[in-house]
């Protein structure tokens, strides 16, 4: 079984920073695509950024240029450093990888439980 746990979240005042870091565990053969999602209050799910194995990143128009992914592939995890935040940031981030847990079955879509992510002052 593959879990993905975020940590990081919490309550930032504008312009402040944070840092995200999702961490993969379980049976895991290879980890490909990483990714942040997050979800605000009545609004559908959204992508922030990803990230290849090859850590070819594509990020949202909304974040390029304050967020900044990283990946570490020795440990399956995964970070994301926020700066420059903004009110419309908040939201719930999710972390969310393609994992392959066995080299007998196709590579699998995996999502963390979410971190609160809150920018107000």
């Known amino acids: 079984q593959v879990q993905l746990v975020e940590s990081g979240g919490g309550l930032v005042q504008p312009g402040g920073s944070l840092r995200l870091s999702c961490a993969a565990s379980?049976?895991?053969?290879?980890?490909?695509?990483m990714g942040w999602y997050r979800q605000a209050p009545g609004k559908e799910r959204e992508l922030v950024v990803t990230i290849t194995s090859g850590d070819s990143a594509n990020y949202a128009d909304s974040v390029k240029g304050r967020f900044t992914i990283s990946r570490d592939a020795t440990k399956n995890s995964m970070y994301l450093q926020m700066n420059s935040l903004k009110p419309e940031d908040t939201a719930v981030y999710y972390c969310?990888?393609?994992?392959?847990?066995?080299?007998?079955?196709?590579?699998?879509?995996?999502w963390g439980q979410g971190t609160q992510v809150t920018v107000s002052s």
């Open positions: 379980g049976t895991i053969v290879s980890v490909s695509a």
């Open positions: 969310n990888a393609l994992i392959r847990t066995s080299w007998f079955t196709r590579v699998k879509d995996y």
